[in-house]
């Protein structure tokens, strides 16, 4: 039996615009977009540019749906009311598993992030200590919480901005850095992966874009849902569009793409190489902020997840409990404990502990945004009748949808000729059928 949300809407707007901007703005561009430089070189701009607007299709969808009717499981709740039970069985774990291994990555991410200074330090130390502290802010309250995302995301926000305004200063008053850059516009050199590098950058891209949906899993703590979830989705897209196109064509302006280094951050490589430590010093700082905001958002929406799961008796019922102040105490500390096992890879596996976990959750957050696509078209179908009335609508439907749907499954057939992603496709199907088979004891368990 379907139990009701006790959660509070305590989340403003510039909190929800905060949470969605810390758990997309982390690892993927601070680290990953190092190599997708490399595999495609300055045309990584339209790499974004691409991804960007199926991102866009995406989070219209289910704003759609969150302006509609905002629920604290997002689109796992949509799944479940619009495709069936089974459909939002998956979708709830699927995301849950995604959050959590994302968790994970910014987690391994930051650890990387500190070698740049404290070398010598386990990496699993580090991550065992940030795992307490972020586990404690996200059980005082939701308020709290919004809060401390909102400065701590602020932190690279404002870093960024002021970034892109040093590099165009140094791009057009200190000519000579990239002598390469009047070439780019040779195909061969604006392409300098071919149509394989292009392709392959698209499945870091969508690496990058994985968490836009947490503002969607927010609105069921959210102030004025109706207000507040457009201009939240609105200025979140045009935001993030805005920081990783103009950050990834600063980075190919101010130096040689080919000579940047893939096993750091570019943000800090570059300026290091043009030789302004200081700012390559300030970055690093702006990195390590950017993972820990990302981890942030990222261990608030897994533990909303779970929470909703147990709503709906797909998880153990216990984990809907709440404190006084709403907050699902158990669902943070059961999800806190399964990142704990970040800790014990990166023990293991401490220099390829971030490709493992990127692989994974690559995989899992393409099927977050399948379902989400789907979702939506069946929600179109079955409100075509009050169509005209919705307040807040993905444009071009059904043609944006279906193109969305498409390039996710171009996306999943290159990471198959990816050496490092592969495996993340052929596991899918597996893990596929093992949901299906817990939801298949859960069924019975039930009756």
């Not at 430089?37 to 300055?42: E, K, R, V």
């Not at 147990?310 to 404990?337: E, F, Q, R």
């Not at 071009?396 to 050496?419: H, K």
């Amino acid at each position: 039996m379907e139990k009701e949300s006790k959660l509070q809407h305590k989340l403003r707007n510039r909190h929800l615009q905060m949470i969605a901007l810390g758990g997309v703005i982390g690892t993927g561009l601070f680290f990953g977009s190092a190599k997708s430089i490399h595999l495609t070189g300055p045309s990584i701009v339209l790499s974004y540019i691409l991804g960007g607007i199926v991102m866009f299709i995406i989070m219209r969808a289910i704003g759609e749906m969150s302006v509609h009717q905002p629920h604290p499981g997002s689109f796992s709740e949509y799944a479940h009311k619009y495709i069936g039970p089974y459909a939002g069985f998956i979708a709830g774990w699927n995301a849950w598993f995604e959050y959590t291994v994302v968790c994970m990555v910014e987690l391994t991410a930051v650890t990387f992030f500190l070698d740049y200074w404290i070398p010598g330090v386990p990496h699993w130390i580090i991550c065992l200590a940030i795992l307490v502290l972020f586990t404690i802010v996200n059980l005082i309250s939701v308020r709290f919480f919004g809060e401390f995302e909102f400065w701590f995301a602020g932190i690279k926000i404002i870093a960024i901005i002021l970034m892109l305004v040093f590099s165009a200063y140094i791009i057009f008053f200190h000519h000579g850095l990239n002598p390469e850059i009047a070439q780019y516009k040779d195909p061969s050199l604006f392409f300098a992966g071919g149509l394989k590098g292009f392709a392959i950058s698209l499945v870091i891209v969508v690496f990058s874009f994985g968490g836009t949906e947490f503002v969607s899993i927010a609105a069921g703590e959210a102030e004025n849902p109706e207000k507040n979830i457009p201009r939240a989705i609105n200025g979140v897209v045009v935001r993030i569009l805005l920081f990783y196109i103009l950050t990834m064509l600063a980075i190919v302006c101010l130096y040689p793409y080919q000579k940047l280094a893939t096993n750091i951050s570019p943000f800090v490589d570059v300026f290091q190489k043009i030789g302004i430590p200081i700012a390559a010093e300030i970055m690093n700082i702006v990195a390590i902020t950017a993972a820990l905001s990302a981890f942030n958002s990222c261990l608030y929406s897994s533990s909303r997840m779970l929470y909703n799961l147990s709503l709906h008796g797909d998880s153990s019922t216990k984990l809907a409990n709440t404190t006084k102040k709403g907050i699902p105490y158990k669902a943070i500390l059961t999800t806190s404990v399964a990142i704990f096992l970040s800790v014990i890879i990166n023990y293991l596996f401490p220099e390829k502990a971030l490709m493992y976990l990127l692989t994974i959750a690559t995989g899992a957050i393409l099927i977050t945004w399948f379902i989400i696509l789907v979702s939506q078209m069946r929600f179109r179908k079955i409100h075509r009748h009050i169509e005209e009335q919705l307040k807040f609508k993905l444009w071009l439907f059904p043609y944006s949808s279906i193109f969305a749907i498409i390039m996710l499954f171009v996306v999943m057939l290159v990471m198959t000729t990816m050496d490092d992603m592969k495996l993340s496709v052929y596991i899918t199907p597996f893990w596929i059928l093992l949901l299906t088979v817990l939801y298949i004891i859960r069924k019975k368990c039930n009756k």
